[in-house]
């Protein structure tokens, strides 16, 4: 079962969280749980380096 905490961020099972919402984050995400959204801006770089070196 999950809870909805604070914006994108769920609590499941207890002490897990996942961000939701297909990696978005936002300022409220950024403050209420650090580490949470630097973990995600980082897949989401991760995920978008060749994209962007492609296109340039």
Known sequence: MQKEVAGNVWLDEGTSMEVSG???I???D???EPSLAVSQMS???GNNLAPMAIAA
């Open 26 to 28: 936002s300022l409220g």
């Open 43 to 45: 897949t989401n770089f």
């Open 22 to 24: 297909q990696g978005e």
């Open 30 to 32: 950024i403050l209420k």
